[in-house]
């Protein structure tokens, strides 16, 4: 257990999201609002070093606002077998050589 006192974890939570061109981000200045895709009520996503672990809820008690862990997000299942690829666009894990006669 010693040495997860000493792993780092960056968590974000991702409330919505947003497009607009790079000009019109420049021009912003401070104090300026930009508006997400989503409402008060829509789930959040929480990432841990950028990779999605859970969704959420928002909560808001006083002056701290906080996130309700309602949903946890399932790494897809690992494939164990040898020359067998994993996800798009990925190369063989193993080359099987030919056999020498």
């Not at 401070?30 to 809820?57: C, F, K, W, Y």
């Not at 040898?82 to 990925?90: D, H, N």
């Amino acid at each position: 257990m010693a040495v997860l006192d000493e792993l780092k974890v960056d968590l974000k939570v991702v409330l919505g999201r947003s497009h607009m061109p790079l000009h019109m981000l420049l021009r912003m200045g401070r104090g300026a609002v930009i508006e997400l895709d989503a409402t008060d009520s829509d789930m959040v996503e929480i990432l841990a070093n950028d990779h999605p672990i859970a969704r959420g809820q928002i909560v808001v008690t006083g002056n701290r606002i906080s996130v309700e862990v309602t949903e946890l997000i399932r790494k897809a299942e690992v494939v164990r077998t040898p020359g067998v690829t994993i996800g798009e666009g990925a190369v063989p894990v193993l080359e099987q050589a030919d056999p020498v006669a």
